[in-house]
């Protein structure tokens, strides 16, 4: 039985950017698509009803710390991921390695994995590639990630060198381990702002990528114009029949800049970051609502959305809620954010389909602008 097959659809005449359908065990999924983060089994401050709503189709949870909280056993006891979570559509889980290296403490890379601490309790743990492959079949996504060595913005050639090379170990080890047909493994292109090792992480990755390929270390502190450099690098040498998925990435210009340049899917919680802190995407351009300037703004938060917040809620009421620290406010604006992203999708997609896709962008930076 095939789980997972991707149907190309459509390439734009101008710009090559391209509309699919992944076929997954949890359902299709049309691309180009965002993919809102739920890291803790959680979309924060939305219910799943409410993201269904909002044309969510698939959403991403976190290895490391669901392995730390609750524990991939217990989800498994649970029925897995889609049981536990309440969520019937596809999921993703990354594999907790760019956590290890951001959030554990004292962590150690060896060739056998990487020894860290948790974050939470200072408790010593070790992610081999084994082992996380182990967490992921536990946790039941539909597309798992292998464990990479994501090299941070600044790294010498040496060093990014040295972490490609622990990445593709890696990902031969992952391989290896894999035991579930129902899960899909892509691979992670690595090679940090380095031309030659971006290539050769490339062509290393290209034999896994059966079922999908994923670029990874990008919008990690490098200008953006650096990333869309590398993706124009990588295109050529991405394999055309499988979904191309850029981790972390997830702005409104990104997700259009991206898309240009050949890519598939995107995730980021920065829709849901922001808006716990005031913000929101808006087809006029980003409102810090709560700005003073708000405070008697009974106006929609957009004008041009139809989603629960803009249709029940001012500007200033947003601002209120979240300057008082109503939970309300986060969840409103983290749903509109969520649902914007969406329909930015959904228009790239049908721009696409239309062989308008340059005029779609200067439509859409003329009234959003560029950041």
């Given at each position: 039985?095939?789980?997972?097959?991707?149907?190309?659809?459509?390439?734009e005449?101008?710009?090559?950017?391209?509309?699919?359908?992944?076929?997954?065990?949890?359902?299709?999924?049309?691309?180009?698509?965002?993919?809102?983060?739920?890291?803790?089994?959680?979309?924060?401050?939305?219910?799943?009803?409410?993201?269904?709503?909002?044309?969510?189709?698939?959403?991403?949870?976190?290895?490391?710390?669901?392995?730390?909280?609750?524990?991939?056993?217990?989800?498994?006891?649970?029925?897995?991921?889609?049981?536990?979570?309440?969520?019937?559509?596809?999921?993703?889980?990354?594999?907790?390695?760019?956590?290890?290296?951001?959030?554990?403490?004292?962590?150690?890379?060896?060739?056998?994995?990487?020894?860290?601490?948790?974050?939470?309790d200072?408790?010593?743990?070790?992610?081999?590639?084994?082992?996380?492959?182990e967490?992921?079949?536990n946790?039941?996504?539909?597309?798992?990630?292998?464990?990479?060595?994501?090299?941070?913005?600044g790294?010498?050639?040496?060093?990014?060198?040295?972490?490609?090379?622990?990445?593709?170990?890696?990902?031969?080890?992952?391989?290896?381990?894999?035991?579930?047909?129902?899960?899909?493994?892509?691979?992670?292109?690595?090679?940090?702002?380095?031309?030659?090792?971006?290539?050769?992480?490339?062509?290393?990755?290209?034999?896994?990528?059966?079922?999908?390929?994923?670029?990874?270390?990008?919008?990690?502190?490098?200008?953006?114009?650096?990333?869309?450099?590398?993706?124009?690098?990588?295109?050529?040498?991405?394999?055309e029949?499988?979904?191309?998925?850029?981790?972390?990435?997830?702005?409104?210009?990104?997700?259009?800049?991206?898309?240009?340049?050949?890519?598939?899917?995107?995730?980021?919680?920065?829709?849901?970051?922001?808006?716990?802190?005031?913000?929101?995407?808006?087809?006029?351009?980003?409102?810090?609502?709560?700005?003073?300037?708000?405070?008697?703004?009974?106006?929609?938060?957009?004008?041009?959305?139809?989603?629960?917040?803009?249709?029940?809620?001012?500007?200033?009421?947003?601002?209120?809620?979240?300057?008082?620290?109503?939970?309300?406010?986060?969840?409103?604006?983290?749903l509109?954010?969520?649902?914007?992203?969406?329909?930015?999708?959904?228009?790239?997609?049908?721009?696409?389909?239309?062989?308008?896709?340059?005029?779609?962008?200067?439509?859409?930076?003329?009234?959003?602008?560029?950041?």
């Amino acid at each position: 039985m095939k789980y997972f097959s991707f149907e190309l659809q459509h390439i734009e005449k101008h710009t090559g950017a391209r509309a699919g359908v992944f076929h997954t065990p949890h359902g299709d999924i049309l691309t180009p698509v965002y993919m809102p983060v739920g890291t803790q089994a959680t979309v924060k401050g939305v219910y799943p009803r409410d993201l269904e709503e909002a044309g969510s189709q698939i959403i991403l949870s976190n290895t490391y710390h669901l392995y730390l909280r609750p524990g991939d056993e217990l989800i498994k006891r649970a029925g897995g991921l889609h049981k536990f979570m309440n969520w019937n559509k596809p999921i993703l889980t990354d594999s907790g390695g760019f956590q290890v290296f951001s959030l554990g403490k004292l962590n150690k890379i060896k060739d056998e994995g990487v020894y860290f601490n948790s974050h939470l309790d200072g408790s010593a743990h070790v992610f081999t590639p084994e082992k996380v492959i182990e967490i992921e079949e536990n946790l039941g996504a539909d597309i798992i990630m292998q464990l990479d060595q994501c090299s941070r913005f600044g790294f010498t050639h040496a060093e990014a060198e040295e972490a490609l090379e622990i990445t593709d170990k890696w990902l031969n080890r992952c391989a290896k381990a894999k035991t579930r047909p129902d899960q899909a493994l892509f691979p992670i292109i690595q090679g940090n702002m380095y031309d030659d090792l971006r290539l050769e992480s490339a062509r290393r990755a290209k034999p896994f990528a059966t079922e999908g390929i994923a670029i990874g270390g990008l919008s990690v502190g490098e200008p953006k114009s650096r990333m869309y450099e590398i993706l124009e690098l990588l295109r050529p040498e991405l394999p055309e029949a499988v979904p191309r998925y850029l981790m972390g990435v997830g702005s409104p210009d990104c997700l259009i800049e991206g898309v240009k340049r050949g890519i598939d899917m995107f995730d980021c919680v920065l829709a849901t970051r922001i808006a716990r802190n005031g913000t929101a995407f808006t087809s006029e351009g980003k409102k810090v609502v709560r700005n003073a300037v708000y405070a008697e703004d009974f106006t929609p938060l957009d004008p041009a959305c139809d989603c629960y917040c803009c249709k029940n809620y001012t500007k200033a009421y947003l601002r209120h809620t979240v300057n008082v620290g109503e939970m309300l406010g986060a969840m409103l604006l983290s749903l509109h954010n969520i649902t914007f992203l969406h329909k930015l999708m959904s228009g790239i997609r049908q721009a696409i389909f239309d062989d308008a896709f340059p005029e779609f962008c200067e439509e859409f930076y003329a009234h959003y602008g560029k950041e």
